[in-house]
């Protein structure tokens, strides 16, 4: 499966892995079973303290349902029970987080992809496409990834700063710990490109850090010595 390449607002290219096959029908499957508990649940409640008309049961049961996937997403930033439970999310494909208008095309696509075929189309997309995208998703611009977790304390902000450094950009107190957190993921990701693609990634880093810090010219000779005296420099201004 291919992944999926996304430019972030910095000019930096971040690697996402497409939710697999697998962990999408994962998710459906726990989806369906919550759904089938509520299901079994509501209607024995409303059948046995009440004489419900069918609208009533259309409010209570039905609505709820048809809603689930729509609602769950957007206010689990992406995730249904089912996809948080299987580790996957909704995404915009340029990175940042699907808007309210992305998750309802995929609702209204999910009665051609899912639904009516009984997942057929989606199955199908899917493996055409290679990106976590089924039709609906196609339609969205969106596309379902497996989360990025931080795992070891390289992967946070914390950079280990010998006694008595002393920062050399004083600049960096205007950037942000998202701003030192895209330079410690380029960091850390060397291995995960060809020397080539890793340069030019690099240096897109350095220039956007630059710019942002108002700096011209750097003291160190290397596009990585300075990402790294960077991180140094805000862990000492920052505390």
Known sequence: MNHLNIETSQHVQIDYIPAGIGARIGAYILDIIIMGIYLA???????????????????????PLMAYHLVFELFMEGRSPGKKAVGIKVIKTDGTPATFGNYIMRWIFRL???????????????????KGQRLGDLAAGTAVVKNKKRTSLSDTLYADVEEGYEPIYPEVSVLSDKDISIVKEV??????????????????????????????????KGTLKFLRTVVKDYNVIHG
Do not use: P
Request: hydrophobic letters at 45%.
């Open 41 to 63: 649940v509501s209607l024995s409640l409303i059948f046995e303290f009440s004489e419900s008309s069918t609208w009533v049961i259309m409010a209570v049961v039905a609505l």
């Open 187 to 220: 960091l850390n990701e060397r291995k995960e490109y060809d020397r080539q693609t890793y340069k030019i990634i690099a240096l897109r880093t350095r220039n956007a850090i630059k710019e942002k810090m108002g700096i011209e010219k750097t003291r160190e």
């Open 112 to 130: 051609i992809d899912i639904t009516t075929t009984s997942g057929t189309v989606a199955f199908v997309t899917i493996l055409v496409n290679g």
